[in-house]
């Protein structure tokens, strides 16, 4: 069973940076892609990065390019979302989630691709 556990959330001021931690249990790092979402009270999940486990490509969503960079540590079954230059808009509960079959390329920014989800972790961002 695949279990998946963020971290690294956290209050912080605008300008500032935070990194997240997205830890997997039950999933091989031989295939398949782990992505990033994040959400507000009352709005739609939104994609915000996505690394492909096999081969490390990296999809990013414009409205976070240059700020947030994505990467994974295969020893250690985590993959790492690095926010920096934070503003007030980016402040949403951050979750990860895991499609452990799909190789595509670049990974999915698609949510039903994605079988396998965290509870979230919550940065929020001061002005």
């Known amino acids: 069973q695949v279990r998946l556990t963020e971290s690294g959330g956290g209050l912080v001021q605008a300008g500032g940076s935070l990194r997240l931690s997205c830890q997997a249990f039950?999933?091989?790092?031989?295939?398949?892609?782990i992505g990033w979402f994040r959400q507000t009270p009352g709005a739609q999940r939104e994609f915000v990065s996505a690394i492909g486990l096999k081969t490390g490509e990296s999809n990013v969503a414009d409205s976070v390019k240059g700020r947030f960079t994505v990467s994974k540590d295969n020893a250690k079954n985590t993959v790492y979302l690095q926010m920096n230059s934070l503003k007030p808009e980016d402040t949403a509960v951050y979750s990860c989630?895991?499609?452990?079959?799909?190789?595509?390329?670049?990974?999915?920014?698609?949510?039903?691709?994605?079988?396998?989800w965290g509870r979230g972790t919550q940065v929020t961002v001061s002005s």
């Open positions: 039950g999933l091989s790092f031989s295939s398949g892609a």
């Open positions: 989630a895991a499609d452990p079959q799909r190789s595509k390329a670049p990974p999915s920014s698609l949510i039903y691709v994605y079988d396998y």
